[in-house]
């Protein structure tokens, strides 16, 4: 037998090497499978149940809030048209606060609740958090001392917001500027001025509001008359004026209650104030006091009763004073006076001889 056939007949070592270290490669491949998949069961089980039960709560928390939310409007529903409607804001602006408070809080609970989702499900794939919540805090640390007038304004609008301070439509007074409400922001308020124009006022700058369109407004005029008129007179006038008053559009809307006389309030020598009071629908107190100012002195004037001025005005002209077209004396009047001697002419001198 030849050479070449021999070796031809010989079995290859290198197709025998190759089946064995692959058989060797899958078995320690199939160990290493065996030894981990119940980590893995357990790994992804644990990521599946931390995501059902943040997704569960999620919605969960969502639908309370959408149902107190609701439960809100319908209490607000429930006192419309009422006495006790009257007092507090209409429904409709009822409405849009629950919906903002619904929003912020609703976005609050999501981010809440996915963010602790999110570290428990890093924890679960063995990832140390130290550092990373250390990072996090620094940067946080850094973003509050470099951003703190935005957190400032940002959490004030929450709370005005949430308190139901203001809203659209309102007129209110925040110290550094006051107006009208046009826009209720998170961290700036727009309001328009009583010129026209518009005030950006940044809610956490804001350390006081007046709101004057909540509740009831107080329209109050003063009256000063005469110490000689007659009180019942005056009185019995101003009550007919501000009763024809009250009859008439659109004064009967605007009036919320009687016109009231509540007296004198200060009596002078030349003068006495009557102070007169009433209860008007919110943000309508200067328009009642012009008009009520207005009908009392035309009824002042029908009835014959004379109105004077703040600083009060005599009943009598005091008379006229014989000396004020007399002229101030003049030292020029004395021949003899040093100025009128200085004013003399000095004579020529005599020069004849």
């Known amino acids: ?22 058989a060797k490669q899958a078995g320690n491949a199939a160990g290493w499978v065996e030894e981990n998949w119940s980590t893995w069961l357990n790994t992804g089980l644990r990521i599946m149940l931390i995501a059902a039960i943040a997704i569960v709560l999620r919605i969960a928390v969502r639908r309370a809030l959408t149902k107190l939310i609701e439960r809100m409007n319908r209490s607000a529903q429930a006192v419309e048209g009422t006495a006790l409607g009257g007092l507090l804001v209409n429904a409709e602006r009822r409405r849009q606060r ?28 063995q990832i140390n958090l130290a550092p990373l919540l250390a990072s996090a805090g620094v940067a946080g640390v850094a973003l509050g001392f470099g951003a703190r007038n ?20 309102d007129t209110i007074d925040a110290g550094v500027a006051s107006g009208e409400v046009i826009e209720v922001g998170l961290r700036v308020t727009k309001l ?3 010129n026209g124009e518009i005030w950006y006022v940044r809610n956490g700058e804001v ?28 009185r019995a006038v101003i009550t007919e004026a501000a009763q024809q ?26 003068s006495m104030t009557v102070r007169v009071t009433a ?27 004379r109105m004077v001025a703040g600083t009060g005005q005599p009943d009598e002209p005091s ?14 009047a004395s021949a003899t006076s040093p100025q009128s001697l200085a004013a003399t002419p000095i004579p020529p001198p005599n020069i004849a001889k």
């Open 150 to 169: 935005l957190v400032t304004d940002f959490l004030s609008g929450v709370f005005m917001i949430l308190e139901d301070q203001y809203g659209v439509g």
């Open 279 to 305: 209860k008007t629908m919110p943000g309508k107190a200067l328009g009642v006091e012009r008009e009520l100012r207005w009908r009392i002195k035309q009824a002042f004037d029908e009835a014959g009763i």
């Open 98 to 125: 629950s919906e903002a408070i619904g929003s912020v809080l609703r976005s609050v609970a999501s981010f809440l609740i996915l963010g602790t989702a999110a570290l428990m499900i890093l924890g679960a794939f």
């Open 319 to 332: 008379a006229a004073d014989p000396t004020a077209a007399m002229a101030a004396p003049s030292a020029y």
């Open 207 to 234: 350390k006081r509001i007046g709101n004057l369109s909540q509740g009831w407004s107080t329209a109050g005029v003063d009256v000063q008359v005469r110490p000689s008129e007659d009180l019942d007179q005056i």
């Open 245 to 270: 008053m009250a009859k008439e559009d659109p004064w009967t809307e605007r009036l919320w209650g009687p016109v009231e006389i509540l007296g004198l309030d200060t009596v002078l020598l030349e």
């Open 192 to 194: 328009r001025g009583d």
């Open 1 to 22: 037998m030849s050479l070449s056939a021999l070796l031809a007949a010989a079995p290859s070592p290198e197709p025998g090497g190759s089946l064995d270290e692959a």
